[in-house]
């Protein structure tokens, strides 16, 4: 049977902080956040960062919304670490520091946030901002995995896919992890669990569990699942056709 696999960490920075503003109180306008940040108030100065990066009821100018970030990042507002260190990694009202972002995505990351904890598992991988280690990488994206943040719980499938950088390889790691991300409906992790149930590796061979991961990718654009899936169909017989196509379905309610 003739089955492709797409095997590739997604070494994606540009997560989106994804925060809402919370006022320093229900009817803050922002000139009274902006004097409640001036005097030290941490939820204040976090949510001005976040107004000015987003330019939401104000002119957008990431350079003050750096500015605020770093106020309450040295209040330890980890949400505000975070997004200091993500404009340091991407440049984005800064200089770009790998170093610098490295540190305040570590502060945040034990603090427990998952997105922190998955970027910095993404800077051990490539070795910026700091030394390559794959192991470290593993054990932020374990962190922001158990979390359910569905893009380390990827990657960790990769690493112990591919066994790479000191990590021995794990197939029923990978299985596992593929599975996580796969029922929140990560398309790749569809695709490559769904490769892994081709082969056989790491758990027993399944062509309609195969069938049904790749329509799944499928659905959502994943355009090799969708020409696996296309091979699948001339391959297999009316009954187990039938039985996939019905497992497929089921994958894909709510």
Do not use: C
Request: avoid cysteine.
């Amino acid at each position: 049977m003739s089955v492709y696999r797409l095997i590739a960490t997604v070494l994606v920075f540009g997560v989106v902080l994804g925060f809402q503003v919370v006022q320093a109180s229900n009817n803050a306008t922002v000139e009274q956040l902006r004097k409640a940040a001036k005097e030290g108030n941490v939820k204040a100065q976090y949510n001005l960062g976040l107004m000015y990066s987003k330019g939401q009821n104000v002119a957008r100018d990431l350079e003050l919304a750096n500015r605020w970030f770093r106020k309450a990042a040295e209040q330890g507002h980890p949400k505000a670490q975070y997004g200091l260190g993500l404009s340091y990694i991407k440049g984005r009202g800064v200089m770009q520091d790998g170093m610098e972002a490295a540190e305040w995505l570590r502060m945040a990351a034990e603090q427990g946030l998952d997105m922190a904890q998955y970027n910095l598992g993404l800077l051990y991988d490539r070795g910026q901002g700091v030394a390559q280690n794959v192991p470290r990488a593993v054990r932020w994206y374990r962190k922001a995995a158990d979390q359910g943040f569905v893009e380390a719980q990827y990657n960790l499938a990769v690493v112990y896919e591919q066994g790479r950088g000191n990590v021995d390889r794990d197939l029923g790691q990978a299985v596992k992890w593929y599975k996580k991300a796969a029922d929140q409906g990560f398309p790749k992790a569809l695709h490559n669990l769904g490769g892994l149930y081709a082969q056989g590796k790491g758990v027993a061979k399944n062509e309609v569990q195969v069938y049904a991961l790749f329509s799944q990718a499928a659905a959502q654009g994943h355009s090799r699942a969708k020409e696996n899936k296309e091979v699948l169909e001339k391959r297999m017989g009316e009954e187990k056709l039938n039985k996939a196509r019905e497992q497929a379905r089921q994958r894909q309610q709510p």
